[in-house]
């Protein structure tokens, strides 16, 4: 065993020479005032916490002796040390922040028994370095006023009071800080680094392929082209058009980011496949106060606010248009209805219509 032993710390003090060598070209200089847990990832076992404060600089200049010598520092530690000097060497960020490659089996089963990649993002694969390539991301191309909210892949995962919260909020924080926030659990890191992740991803995408680079919902061009089509050729949309061009993706975006359930009440409401269904009726369904399914009602105008904040001017475009051509209103009802849903004057016009049944 003493052999294996001696060969292992013989191979650890060759890594480490190599890697100090490695990294002292110039190169590598704007590394050197970086502390060690810079590239230290959250899911990573056996960290040499003696070292993670100190700079790689400082490291690279102590002794290989000394650094073994270190209380608490035994030849695993010594081993994760090496590594974490390794990454230091290459010229991207550590970390795929999905469970893949070497971080995760990253497959499951469905139910007809094939294997599929599963793509969740995991935060616990966000190093330093690769959360600072991200905010670097974010300052360069000045994106850092766009809104949680507007970004996130779903508003479910995100809790409402930092729907409206800026980019920018975050931009001076480590990781770890992030993670020391108040109210800043896990389930509210994991958006506020998946939203930084996709908005880097789709920026450097974009500049490679030398295109400018809009971050809206994807569901959002869609409908603004089609309502810059009404608008240039004046002509009254049928009520299957409004349906699929505007009533449907808006509701698609609604089961996104309320569920399904709600999905469903707003698509009940606005008599998509039957008659519009009254909240008294809903409520009795559901079993629940009108109170409550006002409440649910209320969501899609509040996850509109955020997600299309352009959307009550173009709907207005739209009405003056109709307005101006003097088609009757029942051609119309679907699309005042959707209009009324997800972009009342006031959030209390849906209870002062309750008020009438």
Request: aromatic residues 8%; negative net charge.
């Amino acid at each position: 065993m003493a052999k294996v032993s001696s060969a292992d710390d013989y191979k650890l003090s060759s890594s480490f020479e190599e890697l100090r060598r490695t990294l002292s070209a110039h190169k590598f200089t704007d590394r050197l005032e970086k502390p060690l847990a810079y590239w230290a990832l959250p899911n990573d076992r056996r960290l040499p916490l003696a070292f993670l404060g100190r700079t790689l600089g400082n490291l690279l200049e102590t002794p290989y002796t000394e650094l073994t010598s270190t209380a608490g520092i035994g030849q695993k530690k010594i081993s994760s040390l090496v590594k974490l000097l390794h990454r230091a060497t290459r010229d991207e960020p550590p970390a795929v922040p999905f469970g893949i490659d070497n971080f995760s089996a990253a497959a499951e089963t469905e139910g007809d028994g094939q294997h599929i990649k599963t793509r969740n993002f995991d935060p616990s694969l966000v190093s330093e370095a690769l959360w600072s390539q991200w905010r670097e991301t974010i300052c360069t191309n000045g994106v850092g006023d766009e809104k949680l909210g507007r970004l996130a892949p779903t508003l479910q995962a995100l809790p409402t009071v930092i729907w409206n919260t800026p980019l920018n909020e975050y931009v001076n924080y480590s990781v770890t800080e992030i993670r020391q926030l108040k109210t800043h659990g896990e389930k509210r890191v994991r958006v506020v680094l998946e939203v930084f992740y996709l908005v880097h991803e789709l920026i450097t995408s974009a500049d490679q392929q030398h295109l400018d680079v809009r971050l809206v919902p994807k569901f959002i061009p869609p409908i603004e082209d089609w309502i810059d089509s009404v608008l240039e050729y004046r002509l009254v949309p049928t009520t299957d058009e409004v349906n699929k061009r505007l009533a449907q993706p808006l509701l698609a975006q609604i089961e996104t980011d309320a569920g399904a359930t709600v999905a469903q009440l707003a698509s009940d409401r606005l008599g998509i496949d039957a008659a519009p269904c009254s909240v008294r009726m809903q409520s009795r369904k559901m079993g629940v106060t009108r109170a409550r399914v006002y409440q649910l009602l209320d969501d899609c105008s509040k996850i509109m606010a955020v997600r299309w904040i352009d959307g009550e001017k173009h709907l207005s475009k739209l009405a003056t248009l109709f307005q101006e051509i003097g088609s009757g209103n029942e051609d119309l009802r679907l699309f005042h209805a959707v209009g009324e849903l997800f972009y009342p004057s006031k959030y209390t016009s849906l209870q002062d219509e309750s008020r009438q049944e």
